[in-house]
């Protein structure tokens, strides 16, 4: 890099005779286009590009020492002021005022600010033939002329002397990739290719507000339909009238048929719905919100009726709070068919494009009630842009508060639980194609989208006629054949069990991609399902704020969620389970509330504040509930096995997450239940009380003639990752002090390959360097 002495003569002569020209730090190989452009302090420009590599500049090191490093940026810096440095015994340096010379005092070494310090007499690196020297600063002076000089960039060190003596300073530094795999992974993260969440099947980009409203108006006549249609394939003309949602929908079929510039399709609908709005002039005034009187007197009047047959010693805040949503739930219905078409409330509700019909009520009927307003039976008798009445503003600025409140705290709980679930599912990643387990269940044909893109586990046959085969991927048009054909469910491979000896998920338990493709080996579902699990829980959390704890808000159950997660011990209101086999004998209630219920002579009793499930009569077996209530998964694993305990969990995540994937729940349960411990090793190396894998156990077994017997291990995801992962794994969880003590005095190991990215992010110098999915 360091340029011929005839180029640096001439360039010297040219600045001494014309007073113009450049003082160069070499001849830097630099891409041409810029990468940044911003206004310095002297009303000149920065510019900044990326230096092409294996091009080498010394730099003092924090312990001033130098080393040669390489160049990672190049910049020209416009209209700077020129300053001479004279030394004692080193040549003089031209430099900037600012963020140039480094200076010794009694603080230590810093960088001086030649327009304010005083430096003379203060000692400076320079750089002599080769070697750093440490010299006397004698003059410092301002040359009254403003240049253009240059900077460079490098990977460590801030502060650099080239080979004349010229003083430089790490201004700015950006990281840019620059080897073939690193360009290659920054494109797959630009929005264009990731137009649709592989965790939740949904687009993460598509017009909003405006352009939605504009959208919805433009596809609503012919002309309009026939402006949007030029922009779209023709096998994706639009025939109805879109909302938001309509519109998201066409999105996600598009990305997975992979068609051709989606990103620029976006924006031009994106920028066809914005300039439409624009020109109608949709404007939103006072005018549009009048109250809707009768309609809330209506919903009073109902509330009143349910409130009176209820005893007034008997009106529990649930109780209140039950009648008030039941009735609530009417304004939605009241909003959408009483306003005007033309009324720009409907245009947006309509479309879907700023905020809901339970929102709009608040204006225009009446907020009714919020959650927490204590035994308060009396509805809010006035809408918002009426204006409140003293008291129906104190319980209105409740439900507020709370909203505020909720945003900060409720949002909390969710980040803990990503941060436990993402800690136990980081190691679930896909590996061959089969496995060598492979679990099976049965899936309803009257949930299409949960069967969609999963693969046959069987072949499907009619009669002596087989219409789908194993290792089929489940399409539509296949799931509608099969329900045409009488079936009523499809067997289907899952994660739930299938996990292979070495950890990993094959691709056929999981299923295709949004693409239509099955996942690379390596690609951690467990990630993906883990934020397909928490993210939903932030946006439940945010309702409250922005619903002001409205009782017609829908809440998601994060407290299950948090419960079958965690695997908490104690389940308040947990239903009791039968131990035996036979008919029940009675159901007989007692004083306190509470329910006998005797099977085979043997008394079983359901708490009170739970209601018995079952009836004289009814045949059981050991493990059906007797009542309602939640369940703890490890008592239907000892009843009726691992697979069914499973299949509950699964089934109580998609109740309390209604929009979550399925298989996105089955890898979730599948990473807290896959693990066992050791009873008796048998002819196996482990120990009683070790933890692994129960399909290596399994997989062991299978080459001994004594055989390991183990229990499946439940325990939390604010547990598990400390008794089944590496010492270093553990240490980015939690209780480092104790698991540190405890692997040191075990003389714990790791492997630096592993599906634990804690190891190879430590470690580093072999980070990415694993095989099928190891890092």
Not at 67 to 94: A, D, G
Not at 121 to 133: F, I, M, Q, S, T
Not at 466 to 491: F, Y
Not at 508 to 520: D, M, P, Q
Request: aromatic letters at 6%.
């Amino acid at each position: 890099m360091i340029p011929s002495k005839l180029s640096r003569i001439l360039r010297a002569l040219k600045y001494i005779i014309t007073g113009k020209g450049s003082i160069f730090i070499g001849d830097i190989a630099y891409v041409g286009d810029p990468i940044s452009v911003k206004t310095n302090m002297y009303r000149g420009n920065n510019t900044m590009y990326r230096a092409y590599p294996g091009q080498y500049c010394l730099a003092i090191t924090k312990d001033m020492d130098t080393e040669y490093q390489e160049v990672t940026h190049f910049s020209v810096h416009e209209n700077i002021p020129l300053y001479r440095v004279t030394f004692e015994t080193c040549k003089p340096v031209l430099t900037s005022p600012l963020n140039s010379i480094l200076v010794s005092d009694i603080h230590g070494w810093r960088i001086a600010d030649l327009t304010k310090d005083e430096i003379v007499g203060k000692r400076a690196p320079c750089y002599v033939d080769g070697d750093l020297e440490w010299d006397k600063i004698v003059a410092v002076e301002d040359l009254k002329r403003r240049v253009t000089m240059y900077d460079i960039s490098m990977g460590e060190h801030n502060t650099f002397l080239t080979g004349e003596g010229v003083f430089l300073y790490d201004t700015a530094s950006i990281h840019v990739p620059i080897t073939n795999k690193g360009i290659e992974d920054s494109f797959k993260m630009l929005p264009s290719r990731n137009i649709v969440w592989e965790a939740t099947g949904l687009a993460l980009t598509r017009p909003e507000h405006a352009a939605a409203s504009g959208l919805y108006l433009l596809t609503g006549t012919p002309e309009g339909r026939k402006k949007v249609n030029s922009i779209l394939p023709k096998e994706y003309a639009v025939t109805k009238q879109m909302n938001k949602s309509d519109v998201s929908d066409m999105i996600v079929r598009m990305e997975k048929d992979d068609v051709n510039n989606l990103g620029r399709i976006l924006n031009e609908l994106r920028k066809l719905g914005d300039e439409h709005i624009y020109e109608t002039g949709l404007t939103l005034s006072l005018e549009d919100m009048k109250p809707m009187k009768n309609e809330r007197e209506k919903i009073i009047r109902q509330i009143n009726s349910d409130l009176a047959k209820v005893p007034k010693k008997d009106r529990s805040i649930d109780i209140v709070e039950g009648v008030f949503s039941k009735h609530m739930g009417e304004r939605s219905k009241m909003i959408v068919n009483k306003l005007d078409k033309s009324n720009p409330l409907s245009v947006m509700l309509s479309a879907k494009a700023r905020g809901n019909p339970s929102q709009f009520g608040d204006l225009v009927i009446s907020p009714i009630g919020v959650k927490g307003s204590a035994k308060v039976e009396d509805p809010i008798a006035h809408s918002y842009i009426e204006g409140l009445e003293p008291w129906e503003y104190y319980l209105a600025a409740s439900g507020a508060r709370q909203g505020v409140i909720g945003r900060s705290t409720m949002t909390a709980k969710p980040g803990a639980l990503a941060s436990e679930l993402l800690a136990t599912a980081n190691q679930i990643s896909i590996g061959d194609q089969r496995g060598d387990r492979m679990n099976v269940i049965d899936l309803p044909v009257s949930d299409p989208l949960e069967l969609e893109d999963r693969v046959v586990g069987k072949d499907i046959k009619v009669g002596n006629r087989t219409i789908i085969r194993e290792g089929t991927v489940l399409t539509p048009k296949m799931i509608q054949t099969a329900k045409k054909e009488g079936i009523s469910s499809l067997p289907v491979y899952t994660p739930l069990g299938s996990t292979s000896s070495d950890g990993t998920i094959p691709a056929l338990a999981y299923g295709v991609g949004r693409k239509g493709s099955f996942h690379e080996p390596g690609t951690n579902i467990g990630v993906m399902s883990a934020h397909a699990v928490v993210e939903p829980l932030f946006g439940s959390a945010m309702g409250s704020f922005h619903h002001g704890a409205s009782l017609e808000e829908k809440q998601l159950g994060y407290p299950r969620i948090r419960q079958l997660l965690e695997l908490t011990k104690k389940l308040p209101h947990e239903a009791t389970l039968s131990s035996e086999t036979g008919s029940v004998e009675s159901v007989i209630k007692d004083e306190v509330g509470g329910h006998n219920v005797i099977i085979n002579g043997k008394k079983h009793y359901v708490m009170p504040g739970n209601t018995p499930k079952v009836k004289e009569g009814d045949k059981l077996t050991p493990g059906d509930p007797l009542s309602d209530g939640p369940i703890q998964p490890s008592q239907i694993a000892e009843y009726k096995g691992l697979d069914n305990a499973r299949l509950y969990m699964v089934d109580e995540l998609k109740k309390n997450l209604p929009n979550l994937k399925r298989r996105n729940a089955e890898v979730i349960v599948e990473s807290i239940t896959r693990w066992g411990q050791i009873i008796d090793q048998g002819d196996s190396e482990y120990l009683p009380g070790d933890i692994e894998l129960i399909s290596k156990l399994e997989s062991i077994n299978e080459d001994i003639g004594n055989k390991v017997t183990y229990k499946p291990v439940f325990k939390g995801i604010n547990q598990l990752p400390q008794i089944t992962q590496g010492w270093m794994s553990q240490l980015g969880f939690r209780n480092l002090k104790q698991v540190h003590k405890k692997n040191i005095a075990e003389g714990a190991e790791e492997a630096k390959h592993s599906y634990s990215p804690t190891i190879a992010a430590a470690y580093g110098h072999e980070f990415g360097l694993g095989e099928k999915g190891k890092w």
